[in-house]
């Protein structure tokens, strides 16, 4: 049975929130950093407490820690040593194999999270503005209680209009496809495949080998814990729908390019099910938006080219082990919204999402090693994910058609990476237990 009162209720639930901010944090003091934590706590929901009050809230708080936090607030040598070693090196020592080269390399990241300093993030969801405002003046005013706790940056986002549904600034449809996870009481829909165990995202308990994986130690500091690993990336819009422009003779035919790129038609039908035009009321049904396969219904790409976003990250049946490679994702987008036809302003705009998952490793580095940035992926060879893959204009875009396939050369990025970290999410319990402990200890 999974312990719903000490899980933070991120990793179970999606809260209706429309904008927020994450607040990026470092302890000079580790004191200060445990008194800072302690005062927390209590605004820190479980997922059992927010199925009682989901519809009531209109705020929400999430805290997690770097490796390097957890040892700014006490944890001693031996136990930090028993965390993986992935976490333990932090994102910025893993770059080259994550792809963050080049223009994405953490050099060129923003807010301090290329720093050994940074420790923790506290993230802060809210239903509306009001409410968004009511909690960063709150916790400014709290922060100023603790001289020995320093915010390297922040960040504040906030949902694209219209607000019909969630979307990125690309225009795309979002969080159509969502795993459910054994034991949570969601039960999947049409399509998102089986029940994942609980092991896979949540730490002490069963994974998909049918095995209870050990812990990192002390157990009251880790069970009913996740590794959450954070990405911001910077949508080029003006690029983007230039792109369109180009390689789209007609509106009809750029809708279709973006589709390709994406799998889904921006409104969120799925190409395996609508692939000649977007289809409104199938994008809006939870019941068939995403109940396709790929190895019968589009085993050659016809309609989701073998490189398009949604078939590198999702694989479904042409994968193996895919129980064992799903990941949950939270997040929000930022930046205002750049309206159709307007040219590019330069303003920063973008995604800040978070991936959870109980093996960095296993799970978020081989999604990004592997299905974003291996240009082999489906024997495809010179190719990256076409949205957020590390693109240098030596890439291509195959999309195939009959009787001849088109290839698109000298791909450009659509996104940059401006900042990442690893995070430990703990559960309750083990906030409490890093609030109480005492240097040297």
């Known amino acids: 049975m999974l312990e719903f009162d000490d899980i933070q209720h991120i990793l179970l639930t999606r809260v209706p929130a429309l904008t927020g901010r994450y607040e990026f944090l470092s302890f000079r003091e580790p004191a200060q950093g445990r008194a800072w934590l302690a005062g927390l706590i209590s605004k820190v929901s479980s997922a059992k407490a927010l199925q009682a009050s989901l519809n009531q809230d209109r705020r929400w708080v999430t805290v997690a820690f770097t490796w390097n936090g957890l040892k700014a607030l006490g944890v001693d040598e031996a136990s930090l040593a028993t965390f993986p070693e992935e976490f333990r ?17 953490p050099d060129n990241w923003e807010g301090g999270l290329n720093s050994a300093d940074l420790h923790a993030i506290i993230i802060l969801f809210a239903r509306d503005e009001a409410a968004r405002m009511r909690s960063t003046e709150e916790h400014q005013a709290y922060l ?20 019909t549904y969630a979307h990125d600034h690309f225009g795309y449809r979002d969080q159509i496809s969502q795993l459910a996870i054994e034991g949570s009481g969601f039960e999947p829909t049409p399509g998102s495949g089986a029940p994942i165990k609980p092991g896979e995202f949540i730490l002490g308990y069963v994974d998909e080998t049918g095995l209870l994986p050990d812990l990192p130690q002390p157990e009251i500091l880790t069970r009913n814990g996740s590794f959450m ?14 792109f369109l422009l180009e390689h789209g003779k007609t509106p009809e035919g750029q ?6 790129l994406m799998g889904r038609w921006r409104g969120g039908a799925p190409l395996v099910l609508a692939p ?16 396709f396969n790929y190895s ?13 976003h949604i078939r590198r990250m999702n694989p479904r049946d042409t994968a193996p082990n895919m129980q064992r490679r799903r990941m949950l994702r939270r997040g929000a987008t930022y930046g205002p919204l750049l309206p159709e036809g307007a040219a590019d302003d330069g303003i920063d705009r973008g995604v800040a ?6 093996s960095l490793v296993r799970q978020f580095e081989f999604a990004q090693n592997v299905w974003i940035n291996d240009p082999n992926f489906h024997e495809l060879g010179n190719e990256r994910d076409p949205i957020i893959g590390n693109q240098d204009g030596t890439f291509d875009m195959s999309i ?15 996104t940059t990476g401006k900042g990442g970290a690893y995070f430990f999410l703990a559960g309750l319990k083990a906030l409490r237990y890093l609030s109480l402990l005492r240097d040297g200890t």
Do not use: W
């Open 255 to 260: 809708e279709l390019i973006a589709a390709k």
């Open 353 to 358: 999402a978070f991936v959870l998952c109980a």
């Open 229 to 242: 690993a954070y990405r911001r990336l910077q949508e080029h819009i003006g690029r983007f729908r230039e």
């Open 89 to 105: 090196q932090g994102m910025v020592a893993r770059a080259q194999m994550l792809g963050d080269t080049g223009a994405n390399h």
């Open 296 to 308: 019968k219904m589009d085993p050659f790409g016809y309609a989701v080219p073998l490189g398009a």
């Open 144 to 163: 100023a209680q603790f001289s020995g706790v320093r915010r390297l940056s922040y960040l504040d986002v906030a949902a694209v209009a219209p607000f």
């Open 400 to 414: 195939p058609k009959r009787p001849v396939r088109k290839k698109i050369t000298g791909r450009p990025a659509f």
């Open 276 to 291: 000649d035009a977007d289809d409104a009321t199938l994008a809006g049904d939870n019941q068939r938006n995403n109940d």
